[in-house]
């Protein structure tokens, strides 16, 4: 699998998750469906997890699932700050709210490991000694 693969899949989730967001602003989806922002943490996990895994390149698989989720932890958690500061969150369940929005990106975040590791973005793990 070619590195640009990671970059192509993860700009069509963004893609994807743009419009899913711009039909659930106009048809009030993120109000009436519970899950639906679940869903939109998830694919954006995924997608900030094949982005990050594209950009810095990991090499083995152990340090790809610990930058990625960090870095996406990251990134979750700015978003949600920026979510608080410009007022746009519940005051009901807001704490619960916040931890289902980061548990779904950490989600996305190992799913996108678990497809780089398999589609061989990623070195595989091997047991192998490298001397003698």
Same mark, same amino acid.
């Given at each position: 699998?070619?590195?640009?693969?990671?970059? /192509?899949?993860a700009?069509?989730?963004?893609v994807?998750?743009?419009?899913?967001?711009?039909? &659930? +602003? &106009?048809?009030?989806l /993120?109000?009436t469906?519970w899950?639906?922002?679940?869903?939109?943490?998830?694919?954006?996990?995924?997608a900030?997890g094949? +982005?990050?895994?594209w950009?810095?390149?990991?090499?083995?698989?152990?340090?790809?699932v610990?930058?990625?989720?960090v870095?996406?932890?990251?990134?979750?958690?700015?978003?949600?700050?920026?979510?608080y500061? &410009?007022?746009?969150?519940?005051?009901i369940? /807001?704490?619960?709210?916040?931890?289902y929005?980061?548990?779904?990106?950490m989600v996305? &975040?190992?799913l996108?490991?678990?497809?780089a590791?398999?589609s061989?973005a990623?070195?595989k793990f091997?047991?192998?000694?490298?001397?003698?």
């Open positions: 699998m070619r590195k640009s693969s990671l970059l /192509y899949t700009f069509g989730i963004i994807v998750v743009g419009v899913l967001h711009h039909i &659930a +602003v &106009a048809f009030y /993120y109000w469906i899950w639906f922002d679940i869903m939109m943490h998830f694919l954006a996990g995924f900030g094949l +982005v990050m895994m950009f810095f390149s990991p090499t083995s698989i152990f340090r790809a610990g930058f990625i989720l870095s996406v932890l990251i990134i979750g958690v700015v978003w949600e700050t920026w979510e500061l &410009a007022d746009l969150v519940q005051p369940n /807001y704490w619960q709210d916040t931890i929005d980061l548990v779904s990106d996305g &975040a190992a996108s490991c678990l497809y590791y398999i061989g990623i070195p091997s047991l192998k000694s490298s001397g003698v």
